[in-house]
């Protein structure tokens, strides 16, 4: 049928498998890989932006979901293949985040048969200088890539099913995404260059401008040869420098002095590179790394800031999470004979949770709110509190109602027949919680209860 055949195309610049989206052709495949790896790898101000975002993102807890609930055998499959990893959780995230600073990042899945389930064995990397080109299908789907890594150099091809991609953005369904440094490019190559420029500035100022007057009678032929006077003059001047060998032989009769650079300057260099320096990091709502540094900046100022990076870095876990949920655990469940729908891999807050405004939070809505083990589980990763399972939360729920004389704790309600009992206990740990509260704000201002 017509109606399900498609007509138009994306409008994806490629040729022969390369992308060519970016108008810049040194931003292009594996050139660009070049330039985004200096940035990261020379600039401390890249490299103090990207450690920022894999501390915070690393640093929040992930959870399989079921919408079956957490009986769901699927659940037990899917942790069981993680647990068979040869590498740690944190590991593939560490790596799968070099999608920032180059757009995408890009593994193969590898399988392995465990006790008749086929579980994953590892992710593993393939690095964004490797790919050769991209496949594509007759629509523009992406149907794979070719690979071409070191130490070989053996083209490889490895067909979309094995591969699991994190992206930046899609954008005209582009493989490689945009890089979060793509805009801030310019003010790198202009900060990079200007830096250099007073380096050599400072060196000259502190030898000074070497000057060689010849004698009358010397070749002052225009030539670079040292068969001339002028040319081995020039050399002489390109080369002094005032290390631990310093030093000059002049033939008779030549003179050397040493200019100084007078006055000041018309430009505030360090000014300008700081503006550089700042908007890299504007580009990517991180600015705030940069406050105080200045002598200026407030703690409101301080705290907005800081609330605009924590809403990209929990975009980015959102990234990980959603092309995960999207192709690794379906394919596991199809592989083992099951349903590939309604697992999700689910993330903790990033950032510093604001425990004050959570407790006023709570105080205004949480008696609208039905508590049961699973926001309890919610609760306690929020305020990074021992981790308990839900199945741990309902078996100590279960006995509190079958043992009166049971210590009493955090209520939790386990049914829906329970629900009126739920003001009471809400009241109950929100005093719990505002006593604990202050107790901890006391021990800050050095007083004791």
Known sequence: MAILEEIGATGLSSFSGQIQADFLKELRGREAYKRYNEMRLNSPVVGALLLAIEQSVRAVSWQYTSELGPDDPRLELVAAAEANLRHSWNDHVSEALTFLPFGFSVFEIVYENVSGDLLWRKFAARGQDTVLRWLFDDTGGLSGFVQQAAPVYKTVEIPIERLLIYRTRVERNNPEGRSILRTAWISYYFQKHIAQIEAIGIERDLTGLPVIIMPEGADTTESTSDTTDYGRAIKIVRNLRNDEQAGVVLPHGWELKLLSTGGSRQF???????????????????????????????????????????MSVNTVADVIGAAFTKFAIPRLLRLNGYDPDGIVLEHSPAGDVDVKGLAELLGKVGGFI?????????????????????????????????????????SVVSSPEAGTQTAPMLEKMRAQFTAALAKFESALSGKHL
Do not use: C, H
């Open 370 to 410: 039905t508590w049961g083990p699973a926001e309890e589980v919610w609760l306690r990763q929020v305020l990074r509190l021992p981790e308990k399972t839900v199945e741990e939360l309902q078996d100590a729920a279960d006995e509190k109602q079958a043992n009166p004389i049971a210590p009493q704790g955090v």
């Open 268 to 310: 505030d260099i360090d000014k300008t590179l700081t503006r550089y320096e700042s908007r890299i990091l504007m580009s990517a709502l991180a600015q705030f790394l940069l406050l105080g540094q200045q002598n200026v900046g407030s703690l409101a100022l301080s705290r907005d800031q800081t609330d605009f990076f924590t």
